[in-house]
């Protein structure tokens, strides 16, 4: 069945770091998004990506259709960074609905 | 971004009620919203797709009689959840779109709580 997957499922970095956070998903999509979800439950939108690269500051995305893959780039770590990064789908086969990977938590140290 | 709103953001109800959460799109008109349940440090799962004006499309798994969804609105969708039960208390959250292939953006949530 169509699946989204996200690794790694936990990544602890020091403040200043960067990180590379990827999606894998198994069919091709119409739209994906990454989000990044606060301690209060809030999704933030980060990117509405289905294909290509975008830049917003210290982040950026990058999704390779062909290949189902997307990624998430974090550079210079701040603590206000962590959090947990959701990617979502939705699949060209599906029924217009973002499906949602595990999810990675970022745990960014001082 | 587009701003959708959820109220309430937390509630707390005795079991055997029901509760009513209330999602609004406050400066675009969503075609489809959708209702989700998030479980504590677990991801997203979708419940149902609502349209405006029609009856809603429920996942697999989901109890239609107990989650009622209506969407009488392009811009409001409305989640009840009848004869609430405590492992009903869960994260619930909306989210909105103008139409396919356009960007979800996502309520502030709802955390019911049933004693």
């Known amino acids: 069945g169509i699946q989204v997957e996200q690794s790694p499922p936990d990544l602890i970095l020091q403040e200043g770091a960067n990180s590379t956070l990827r999606c894998n998903f198994s069919d091709s999509v119409n739209n994906l998004q990454w989000f990044h979800q606060n301690p209060w439950g809030q999704l933030i939108n980060l990117f509405y990506?289905?294909?290509g690269t975008k830049q917003n500051g210290r982040l950026s995305a990058t999704t390779v259709a062909t290949e189902r893959y997307s990624l998430l780039y974090i550079s210079s770590s701040q603590t206000t960074d962590s959090g947990v990064y959701f990617c979502a789908v939705d699949f060209i086969q599906g029924a217009q609905k973002l499906v949602f990977g595990q999810g990675t938590r970022l745990t960014i140290n001082p | 971004g587009a701003v959708v709103s959820q109220h309430p953001s937390w509630v707390i109800c005795k079991s055997g009620t029901s509760v009513k959460i209330e999602c609004r799109s406050l400066d675009f008109q969503a075609t489809t919203m959708f209702w989700y349940r998030q479980f504590p440090k677990q991801s997203l799962m979708l419940m149902a797709t609502s349209n405006e004006g029609s009856k809603a499309t429920y996942e697999q798994g989901v109890e239609k009689d107990k989650f009622l969804i209506n969407h009488a609105s392009l811009t409001l969708s409305t989640l009840t959840v009848t004869s609430a039960h405590p492992e009903d208390s869960s994260f619930y959250i909306c989210?909105?779109?103008?139409?396919?292939?356009?960007?979800?953006?996502f309520g502030q949530g709802t955390r019911l709580t049933v004693v």
């Open positions: 989210s909105a779109t103008r139409d396919r292939n356009t960007e979800a953006f």
């Open positions: 990506i289905p294909s």
